[in-house]
């Protein structure tokens, strides 16, 4: 007979990890879904704009890079979005990759100038889909319930 391992902790610490080992399933399945997605390409170096008030006045241009693991992305391809927005006559960006970025690419965003960049790889990208609930759906909600010692204390002075 095969002995059961016992989890360690406290059973709040062994929820706590059983959450984490789940939200990282989560997101390497969502970002590996991602990765089988249909592609497309935008137009000049932009596949996406945000118009952040009612009138479009303020815009943030969107460019998405969909790389399997392993191939990082490179300061050329952050200096390319960068030449995008400038002919655009933009001020913020966002480059989108389902991978990683080079140590260049990221001095390139930061070297930007008064261009606001922003580079989100594949890890902030599932984190930030699972937190906003893109992609995902509650498949369970799971009650904790503790003792309510106000409730005791309350029957005590009466």
Request: proline letters at 3%; hydrophobic letters at 40%.
């Amino acid at each position: 007979m095969e002995a059961t391992a016992v989890p360690s902790g406290t059973p709040d610490e062994q929820i706590a990890a059983a959450s984490r080992t789940l939200d990282e399933s989560l997101r390497d399945a969502l970002l590996a879904r991602i990765l089988q997605g249909p592609g497309g390409t935008g137009d000049g170096g932009v596949d996406g704009i945000i118009n952040e008030d009612q009138l479009g006045l303020d815009r943030v241009y969107l460019q998405a890079k969909r790389y399997k693991p392993g191939n990082t992305v490179g300061s050329e391809t952050v200096q390319a979005f960068i030449g995008a927005l400038v002919g655009r006559g933009a001020q913020k960006g966002v480059l989108i990759t389902t991978s990683t970025f080079s140590k260049a690419a990221v001095n390139a965003a930061n070297q930007s100038g008064s261009l606001r960049i922003v580079l989100i790889d594949g890890d902030a990208l599932t984190k930030l889909m699972t937190r906003f609930n893109v992609g995902v759906r509650v498949a369970q909600t799971v009650e904790i319930k503790r003792v309510d010692l106000d409730y005791f204390e309350e029957a005590e002075t009466e």
